[in-house]
């Protein structure tokens, strides 16, 4: 299977009209504020003698954190000029990145061979994957997860999309980054209620733990706190 065109596009065109620079985009936080509170969930359960895989990584600011906590980190995009991105930000190596389709089998099945059993850490990604994508996208988490792996996966919830009208609705309409989403098409998706535990139920997986959490973005309020997307948080393996 392989993703549409327009939703390569979309994804090839935000990041080639990109610096690169980490908190450019609108959800690229702080690592400090993102990927090392999202750990707090992951390490109970999680063998950190294993790598992990960012899905979605975009430029890698989280994948160089995660790096840190783990025996090796490599992020995946499917988008060439982000994975580029990626790696001029990290001239010393400390992370991998590859392009990478989430929705092809084939390719998930590639880098298991290459990485063994991984954990997996992925943030908003499957609200943004066309809805026929889904259940391929969280195959791949089972997959690269094999039998040792641990998998966190964070999604928003419908309840973010009122948060960004409202940032889109302020005095002086979106902001930059905001508009940047929309100029690409790149439409935030809504995952249902209880739609990603049945995906990766699906998948052969076993929900180890879930819970409620907040996405933090790299977006502001006019007041100088950060935009946070309600969002639910589960960690999957097998048993």
């Not at 100029?183 to 935030?188: N, S, Y």
Request: charged letters at 25%.
């Amino acid at each position: 299977m392989t993703v549409s065109d327009r939703y390569r596009s979309s994804w090839d065109g935000y990041w080639e009209q990109s610096s690169g620079e980490a908190g450019e985009p609108f959800w690229d936080a702080d690592p400090a504020l993102t990927a090392r509170r999202d750990l707090d969930h992951l390490t109970p359960y999680a063998d950190h003698t294993l790598p992990i895989a960012d899905l979605g990584c975009g430029n890698g600011t989280q994948t160089r954190f995660l790096a840190t906590r783990f025996s090796a980190a490599v992020g995946v995009d499917l988008s060439a000029a982000a994975v580029a991105h990626a790696r001029r930000a990290d001239p010393d190596g400390v992370a991998t990145y590859e392009q990478l389709n989430l929705a092809d089998p084939a390719q998930a099945d590639a880098l298991h061979d290459r990485l063994g059993d991984t954990n997996v850490y992925m943030r908003a990604v499957l609200h943004q994957s066309d809805p026929e994508d889904r259940p391929a996208v969280a195959a791949t988490v089972a997959r690269l997860v094999g039998a040792h792996g641990r998998a966190l996966v964070l999604e928003p919830t419908g309840a973010a999309k009122e948060v960004i009208a409202a940032i889109a609705a302020q005095p002086g309409g979106p902001s930059l980054k905001l508009r940047r989403v929309k100029e690409h098409d790149l439409r935030p998706g809504e995952v249902a209620e209880g739609e990603v535990a049945a995906l990766l139920r699906e998948t052969g997986l076993t929900l180890l733990a879930e819970g409620t959490t907040a996405l933090v973005m790299s977006e502001t309020h006019p007041d100088g706190t950060a935009v946070e997307l309600p969002a639910r948080w589960f960690v999957a393996g097998r048993p």
